[in-house]
């Protein structure tokens, strides 16, 4: 049942769009079923307060899309699906080169069993509620990336969060414990990155500490801090995280972690003028692979991308409710 605020006319979509995407969700979703008779247009029209021609318009969009049918004197009756392909809505926290990854994973995987849209939150909860109430009714599935300014209030985020049903929800990149028996694909950080610096004992013996650089402003997960800081502590190496690298001095014996590509480049440049050698006298490692890492043979550490996005459309596809790790490794280079 529509209720009477459900069509805005302060919203982007025109409301003619608005109502035909919602009726033909609710055939989709067989809440109307084939056969079933429509209001009439001077029935929707009074009873949504919205003018009689916005309703014909929408009705005639309905009925080229092979929605419903009109029948002369009786009205305007469900004719059944017209598209069986899900309509699905990514937002993502931001757009970068490993984004697109994820998003060329995903629509690869979906091929043309699903129409993919994509919209950007900014990490901010307050736009995330303007795209989902601007899109109510209008997809089947959402695929949430829930990264967002730390300043958000928590309880302020998961409201937001659950105005989509949870059977309508896949939380993309994070896990968000509070939200049970949602569809899942995530990395663990603290996990990840401690078992992704295990691995590489052989080479990490050789340096006493491990800084990471983790801009004060940053909207990474801290637990990527939680899980160096638990490294070490097992491999008895001294830990500090510094917040900037403008007047930070370089240590011999001393490996580097960055979050940024900027504060890598920084030190990069820091380090041409100084007699110590990546790989040798220090180390170097970065977050997340690119073209420029790989040119520049910086170690990094990474999880996959592409191979997100696939699984993530996998568990759509499939209606697999399911949280999967995914999975995460490090690229081995001479900076370590």
């Known amino acids: 049942m529509m209720n009477h605020t459900l069509f805005s006319s302060a919203d982007r979509i025109p409301l003619p769009k608005q109502i035909a995407r919602h009726i033909a969700m609710q055939i989709d979703n067989d809440e109307l079923q084939q056969g079933q008779i429509l209001l009439s247009i001077n029935e929707f029209s009074a009873r949504y307060k919205v003018a009689r021609d916005t309703v014909e318009k929408a009705y005639k969009e309905l009925k080229a899309a092979g929605y419903i049918i009109s029948v002369r004197n009786k009205g305007y009756f469900v004719s059944g699906k017209a598209n069986v392909r899900k309509k699905i809505l990514l937002i993502f926290n931001k757009l970068s080169s490993y984004k697109k990854e994820v998003y060329y994973g995903f629509l690869e995987t979906v091929g043309d069993k699903a129409a993919v849209d994509l ?35 928590k309880k302020k985020i998961l409201d937001i969060i ?13 896990k968000v414990p509070e939200l049970k028996g949602v569809k899942t694909v995530y990395q663990d950080f603290k996990k990840d990155i401690y078992e992704a610096l295990l691995s590489a004992n052989d080479l990490l013996k050789k340096y006493k500490a491990i800084t990471i650089v983790f801009p004060s402003d940053s909207n990474h997960p801290v637990e990527i801090i939680s899980g160096i800081e638990e490294y070490c502590h097992t491999s008895k190496k001294k830990f500090q995280v510094v917040h900037e690298v403008n007047g930070m001095q370089l240590v011999r014996g001393t490996v580097y972690i960055f979050i940024t590509e900027k504060d890598m480049a920084e030190i990069i440049k820091q380090v041409k003028h100084t ?62």
């Not at 939150?121 to 730390?150: C, Q, R």
């Not at 592409?306 to 568990?315: D, S, W, Y």
């Open 275 to 336: 007699a110590l050698k990546p790989g040798a006298d220090m180390g170097i490692i970065s977050f997340n692979e690119t073209v420029l890492k790989e040119l520049l043979d910086i170690t990094v550490i990474t999880t996959d991308f592409e191979q997100m996005g696939k699984t993530a459309a996998e568990l759509l596809l499939n209606n697999t409710i399911a949280q999967v790790r995914n999975p995460f490794r490090m690229i081995r280079r001479a900076s370590l």
């Open 162 to 174: 659950r105005e989509i049903p949870a059977d309508k929800l896949l939380l993309l990149d994070k």
């Open 119 to 153: 919209q950007v939150h900014h990490y901010n909860a307050g736009l995330l509620k303007e795209i989902i109430s601007s899109t109510a009714g209008n997809y089947h599935h959402y695929v949430l990336m829930p990264h967002f300014d730390k300043k958000e209030p």
